[in-house]
């Protein structure tokens, strides 16, 4: 069954719900964050090092790409509210755009949390990345994996690096998931209509647990909201199967 007629429903209604606030509220740091990914050597160059034909299908350059910049404008905000110093903003915003880009570099492989933040801190290492810099980007993607223990971090500037990669990365939960995600995944995969119909409502409750997961004091703003429009998304897909199967 052609997965177009769906995939354009999800599409419909993401249309109607319009962006979360996230993206209105928080443009200055927004664009913050684009200008310095954009135009850092140092980023372009860790870039390099993602494969698109290694990495999984619903988790490739462009999700890791996403999830870098709004991590960056996430702890833009954090950084902010707690009056980090400019020096230190611009350390932490390097090490977590990094984080972002590699933190789904062995998403096809099991415990890839574990593997991603060895394989991070071998390409830190090629870079001449800092101990310190390095530490905060291996540390934070070792910890970005959803009901999942949280290891300790060495220090504030560690944790606000971690809490901002995961909650950007939970943020692709939304929409994302159902926009974006989930089709890559069925055509990568295979799954027909039927089987994802049968366990989406079960899929659906997982996410939902994600709203009272997220770390920063923005990601608990806005991170709800990526989630509800997720699940109003979700919910016409499952109204769109079931009319479609019970055709």
Same mark, same amino acid.
């Given at each position: 069954?052609?997965? @177009? =007629? ?14 979360? /606030? ?15 990914? /954009?135009? @850092? ?6 870039? /390099? ?24 404008? $996430?702890?833009?905000?954090?950084? /902010?509210?707690?009056?980090? +110093?400019? +020096? ?26 574990? @593997? ?24 934070? $993607? ?10 300790? +971090? ?9 809490? @901002? ?22 055509? +990568?995969?295979? =799954? ?17 647990? $994600? ?19 997720? =699940? ?11 009319? =479609?199967?019970?055709?």
């Amino acid at each position: 069954m052609d997965n @177009s =007629i769906l995939k354009e429903k999800a599409l419909e209604a993401a249309r109607k719900l319009g962006p979360p /606030s996230f993206y209105n509220m928080q443009r200055k740091e927004l664009d913050e964050s684009y200008r310095y990914f /954009s135009n @850092s050597e140092l980023l372009h160059r860790c870039r /390099s090092y993602l494969d698109e034909s290694k990495l999984h299908p619903a988790h490739g350059i462009f999700h890791c790409e996403k999830v870098a910049m709004e991590a960056g404008a $996430i702890l833009l905000v954090e950084s /902010s509210n707690n009056k980090r +110093s400019a +020096s230190e903003r611009k350390e932490m915003l390097l090490c977590v755009q990094m984080a972002g880009l590699l933190h789904d570099i062995k998403r096809t492989e099991k415990d890839h949390t574990i @593997s991603g933040s060895i394989e991070a801190g071998r390409i830190l290492n090629e870079l001449d990345i800092g101990a310190d810099c390095k530490g905060y980007v291996t540390a934070a $993607i070792r910890n970005h994996e959803a009901f999942k223990k949280v290891l300790d +971090s060495t220090n504030g500037m560690a944790k606000l690096i971690s809490d @901002s990669l995961y909650d950007a990365d939970k943020f692709r939960w939304g929409p994302d998931n159902f926009t974006t995600t989930l089709w890559l995944i069925m055509e +990568s995969t295979g =799954i027909t209509v039927k089987t994802l119909y049968g366990d989406f409502q079960e899929k659906m409750e997982g996410i939902r647990k $994600i709203k009272e997961t997220f770390r920063t004091e923005t990601g608990r703003k806005y991170g709800p909201e990526f989630i509800d429009f997720g =699940i109003e998304i979700g919910n016409e897909i499952y109204k769109e199967m079931k009319r =479609i199967l019970g055709d």
